[in-house]
T-cell receptor, first 113, second 112 residues
Framework: IAGITQAPTSQILAAGRRMTLRCTQD?????MYWYRQDLGLGLRLIHY???????GKGEVPDGYSVSRANTDDFPLTLASAVPSQTSVYFC????????????FGQGTRLTVV | QKEVEQNSGPLSVPEGAIASLNCTYS??????FFWYRQYSGKSPELIMF????GDKEDGRFTAQLNKASQYVSLLIRDSQPSDSATYLC????????????FGSGTRLLVRP
């Protein structure tokens, strides 16, 4: 079944540890996005990629990095996790940036202790 | 000021009524506007999109866009308890590249 897959589904992480959240899509979408969702704050854009090989900073990029080596994969890395990064993380993709709907993965619930 | 603003609610309406959800955005260069629905613990899913000024209808849903006033709204006719969810407004903004920015969402509660 075509779609967008995130891993892990949930994770408890010790502060200071490095963590990579994985995101893979098989729809050949050009654009991909990472959001975090916290209660009352909606979805906030962390990083995005309009096409393979390019990335950009969103609204809340500090403490996170991404790469887009190919069309399908868009991993999000927390270099040194802090408790304020406790959140639900959603990866999304769209056919093209600017005018098409985004499809979301199932989310990763991350708790940093 | 957030780029995309929504009233957090909850907006409570009786079953069968019209629910009106509003969203304003700050960047006049914004284009392509989307409404997503998100049930608790689930991922957002697209309800409607609108690109041009005016109304766009799809079943019980109508999206309205007014670029001069920088607002977009979603009307839900004949509201059902199953419509109870959080509704997220999203806008593509273009500066050096395209960013899809979301509002904080409005929680809708439809009372049976």
């Amino acid at each position: 079944i075509a779609g967008i897959t995130q891993a892990p589904t949930s994770q408890i992480l010790a502060a200071g540890r490095r963590m990579t959240l994985r995101c893979t899509q098989d729809m050949r979408h050009n654009a991909m996005y990472w959001y975090r969702q916290d209660l009352g704050l909606g979805l906030r854009l962390i990083h995005y990629s309009n096409t393979a090989g390019t990335t950009g900073k969103g609204e809340v990029p500090d403490g996170y990095s991404v790469s887009r080596a190919n069309t399908d994969d868009f991993p999000l890395t927390l270099a040194s996790a802090v408790p304020s990064q406790t959140s639900v993380y959603f990866c999304a993709s769209s056919v093209s940036p600017g005018n098409t709907e985004a499809f979301f993965g199932q989310g990763t619930r991350l708790t940093v202790v | 000021q957030k780029e995309v603003e929504q009233n957090s609610g909850p907006l409570s309406v009786p079953e069968g009524a019209i629910a009106s959800l509003n969203c304003t955005y700050s960047d006049r260069g914004s284009q392509s506007f989307f409404w997503y629905r998100q049930y608790s613990g689930k991922s957002p899913e697209l309800i409607m999109f609108i690109y041009s000024n005016g109304d766009k209808e799809d079943g019980r849903f109508t999206a309205q866009l007014n670029k001069a006033s920088q607002y977009v709204s979603l009307l839900i006719r004949d509201s059902q308890p199953s419509d109870s969810a959080t509704y997220l407004c999203a806008v593509y903004r273009m500066d050096s590249s395209y960013k899809l920015i979301f509002g904080s969402g409005t929680r809708l509660l439809v009372r049976p």
